[in-house]
């Protein structure tokens, strides 16, 4: 009995450190993949289609973001997707490691928070261009190579109550 639970034990050991193993393999490649390098092909910044120049810019997508923003007689939910370009591959490897990505990730919050007490949310609909540029304005005064921030997705809800 005693043999039996230290062959188990040595099974389950060496498979968890195989599959460890190979999970940082696989991981490891992705990060250097072609297709992780945030690299625009084609997409909102080259609608087009064609193959990106040596002087497009970079991408590193920030996730979903949905800030409350109350007002007298309603709560307004806008739900929004970003991508952050940058001028170099460094930074795209830099802000998508999780550190950097929350701290990107809050302060796009932070800016969407500031540009609710504007204009820019007052209206039936939001001028994401606005938004974008109050966004990139506040980005770069914090972030090193912050060259435009685009908005992939921007959904308003408004509830009253």
Not at 5 to 20: E, K, M, N
Not at 85 to 101: E, G, I, L, N
Not at 126 to 153: C, P
Request: aromatic share 8%.
């Amino acid at each position: 009995m005693r043999r039996l639970a230290i062959i188990a034990t040595l099974a389950i050991g060496s498979f968890g450190c195989i599959g460890y193993g190979a999970g940082l393999w696989f991981a490891r490649d992705n990060q250097t993949g072609e297709n992780q390098t945030g690299r625009v092909l084609a997409g909102p910044a080259n609608p087009h289609g064609h193959a990106a120049s040596a002087s497009a810019p970079y991408l590193v997508r920030v996730e979903t973001i949905t800030v409350p923003i109350q007002r007298q007689n309603s709560v307004i939910f806008v739900v929004a997707d970003f991508a952050v370009a940058v001028v170099h591959p460094k930074y795209v490897a830099r802000y998508q490691r999780p550190a950097y990505s929350a701290r990107l990730r809050a302060e796009i919050m932070d800016a969407m928070q500031k540009a609710s007490k504007t204009a820019v949310f007052l209206g039936p609909t939001i001028e994401s261009a606005t938004l974008s540029s109050e966004i990139r304005t506040q980005l770069q005064n914090v972030f090193e190579g912050v060259d435009d921030v685009l908005t992939l997705m921007l959904y308003k809800h408004d509830i009253g109550y």
